[in-house]
């Protein structure tokens, strides 16, 4: 389940990352 959220997160971080490009 951890690891579950914590690729959430990422994918949230990266959808982030892509939106400030």
């Known amino acids: ?3 579950r959220i ?3 997160n990422l ?3 990266t959808k982030k ?3 400030k490009t």
């Open 1 to 3: 389940m951890a690891a």
């Open 17 to 19: 990352c892509f939106s």
């Open 6 to 8: 914590a690729v959430s």
């Open 11 to 13: 994918h949230k971080n």
